[in-house]
């Protein structure tokens, strides 16, 4: 399988609260999201809707950029989706 670039992405979920996940195809991870095969915490949360991504390289940038995402406050992660 390829590793090309990983994501990084933020998703709104019908509740009005974030999810921040990393993936290689961001389009594909929303749809099992969407399905509810993607996190438990998204399960029974819809809509749900992509409000952020960007490329990360590779799945260690990923992940160390999705600890540093996480981290932050929920004002911080509105304003880096543009909310």
Same mark, same amino acid.
Do not use: Q
């Given at each position: 399988m390829s590793e090309?670039?990983?994501h990084l992405y933020l998703l709104r979920c019908g509740d009005g609260t974030l999810y921040c996940g990393i993936a290689l195809d961001v389009a594909a991870r929303l749809e099992l999201h969407r399905d509810g +095969? /993607?996190?438990k915490y998204t399960r029974g949360r819809g809509p749900l809707e992509l409000v952020y991504a960007e490329a990360?390289?590779?799945r260690p940038e990923?992940?160390?950029r999705e600890r540093t995402? +996480? /981290?932050f406050s929920r004002a911080a992660k509105l304003r880096l989706?543009?909310?």
């Amino acid at each position: 399988m390829s590793e090309g670039p990983w994501h990084l992405y933020l998703l709104r979920c019908g509740d009005g609260t974030l999810y921040c996940g990393i993936a290689l195809d961001v389009a594909a991870r929303l749809e099992l999201h969407r399905d509810g +095969k /993607g996190a438990k915490y998204t399960r029974g949360r819809g809509p749900l809707e992509l409000v952020y991504a960007e490329a990360c390289g590779s799945r260690p940038e990923a992940l160390r950029r999705e600890r540093t995402v +996480k /981290g932050f406050s929920r004002a911080a992660k509105l304003r880096l989706a543009g909310l």
